[in-house]
């Protein structure tokens, strides 16, 4: 099968629009891949009870259709946001233990709240935030513990996803929920814009929150932190699809655009960064992919298939446009010793469906053209 067929029309934008999981709406993230794709690969090359992994998960949709279909999925990120996210997904709880979390929380809170004192937080946090639901913020950030309780760890979550945006159902000043601009831009923007910070009840609108988003899964699964080169907690020959979307060479940082919901975690956006591949060099990206690759090959089954979703990238210095996909497929996966499974499909995203729309002319090489690598062992 030639590397360089093209298939213009993807059979997963063909198929009938059903209604995914509403753990989907759980959090809003950058650069994700819609619940159609994986389904997709999941239904074709799978069976009830096979192993599905994300090597890079995100916010957890490979894992969570995996488990919607009756698969064990099992997600995998450095990334501390895209842990907890994944976590909720296919380890949650029921919607009573959910419900009582937050009564205890909400209990507990009116009996320290004298005690909180905002004085110490930064001021980056403060302009976002009313002190009325920063108070609020700062008990649920300190008492909850969402890397070792599920429980907690949903609450998190829902936490994380009504954290900032532009309607009532929102904790902040008004601002895009999907990802957060500089901290010196959002003062500017509030100070242009006269925002002001709107008392919420962070209680009330988490209790709204689960009505919205809550469906427990067919089955559960599983979420590591591990580089995705050395994923030691999976065995040889394990698994039946390897459905991810790796990082594209320096086009997304999770960690700067993710800072609000990352300090709510604990986390520093800048050390995210550091932990995660963020490089323009095709030569270290290369290398990169090639270990990924590597491990894939390692613990995929015999008859198992591997699912690469890999967006074009824009030079920053011109107007060329380069085929990722194409590159890892020659200079990676080819010379490991895959082969290719379909031909090479061409995805492309509309510039209204984009979330770097909102960038608008300053969007730089975020990809208009996914390219979808189906792979199997030669």
């Known amino acids: 099968m ?48 096979d192993v599905v992994l994300d090597p890079f998960s995100g916010r957890g949709t490979t894992p969570l259709e995996a488990c919607t279909s009756n698969r064990i999925g099992i997600g995998n990120d450095r990334n501390p946001l ?21 009564e205890q929380l909400e209990g507990d809170y ?8 905002l004085t110490q937080e930064d001021w980056k946090i ?10 609020q913020l700062l008990f649920m950030k ?22 900032h945006g532009n309607s009532d159902g929102y904790l902040s000043i008004k601002m895009p929920n999907t ?26 609108l988490l209790r709204r929150k689960a009505g919205r988003c809550y469906e427990q899964p067919a089955s559960k699964g599983q979420v590591y932190r591990s580089d995705a080169r050395k994923l030691t907690k999976i065995r040889n020959d394990s698994v039946s699809l ?7 060479t320096r086009v997304i940082r999770y960690g700067a655009f993710n800072w609000i919901r990352l300090w709510f975690l604990g986390k520093d956006a800048k050390e995210v960064d550091r932990k995660l591949l963020c490089t323009q060099s095709l030569f270290k990206y290369q290398e990169f992919m090639t270990g990924v690759l590597t491990e894939t090959m390692r613990v995929l089954k015999s008859d198992g298939t591997a699912v690469f ?36 499909a061409a995805d492309v995203i509309s510039d209204d469906t984009k979330v770097s729309k909102i960038w608008g002319a300053r969007r730089g090489n975020a990809t208009k053209i996914d390219r979808v690598l189906v792979l199997s062992k030669s």
């Open 126 to 135: 403060r302009m976002l935030f009313s002190d009325y639901t920063l108070k």
């Open 242 to 248: 390897v459905m991810t979307s790796p990082p594209y």
């Open 110 to 117: 009116a009996q320290g709240e004298a005690d909180i004192n």
């Open 82 to 102: 895209a842990y907890v996210l994944t976590l909720a997904k296919v380890q949650t709880p029921s919607i009573g233990r959910i419900s009582s979390k937050i």
């Open 309 to 344: 979703v890999i967006g074009d990238v824009k030079d920053r210095t011109s107007d060329k446009v380069f085929n990722l996909g194409q590159f890892v497929w020659e200079n990676c996966a080819e010379p490991l010793g895959f082969e290719l499974k379909e031909p090479i």
């Open 2 to 49: 030639a590397s360089s067929d093209l298939v213009q029309l993807p059979e997963w934008k063909t198929e009938p629009k059903r209604v995914p999981n509403k753990l989907h709406s759980l959090c809003s993230y950058i650069a994700m891949f819609p619940p159609s794709i994986p389904n997709h690969f999941i239904q074709k090359y799978t069976d009830e009870g």
């Open 179 to 204: 990802f957060s601009m500089s901290p010196n831009y959002i003062r500017g923007y509030i100070a242009g814009h006269e925002l002001e910070r709107p008392d919420r009840n962070v209680f009330n």
């Open 142 to 163: 300190e008492n909850l513990c969402w890397d070792t309780n599920n429980v907690d760890a949903f609450v998190t979550a829902m936490v994380l996803g009504i954290l």
